[in-house]
């Protein structure tokens, strides 16, 4: 089980691109850590991050999570 995710994981979990995820990074609305050169993302906060926008109803910028 892991802990911490790339970015690019990140992005293949939620379906979204790299810009977006840099984004959320970048306003710490997703929460990260550096380690050495890696930007490290807790599965925790991406689930907290669904979690929240799942709760509160479709943002603008967040497309609602459909399963396929």
Do not use: Q
């Amino acid at each position: 089980m892991k802990y911490a995710i790339s970015v690019k994981e990140v992005c293949r979990m939620l379906s979204l691109g790299p810009t977006k995820v840099n984004e959320l990074l970048k306003s710490g609305e997703l929460p990260s850590v550096k380690i050495g050169r890696r930007r490290l993302v807790w599965v925790e906060d991406v689930h907290r991050l669904v979690a929240k926008n799942r709760s509160t109803g479709p943002d603008d910028d967040l497309e609602p999570m459909v399963p396929a």
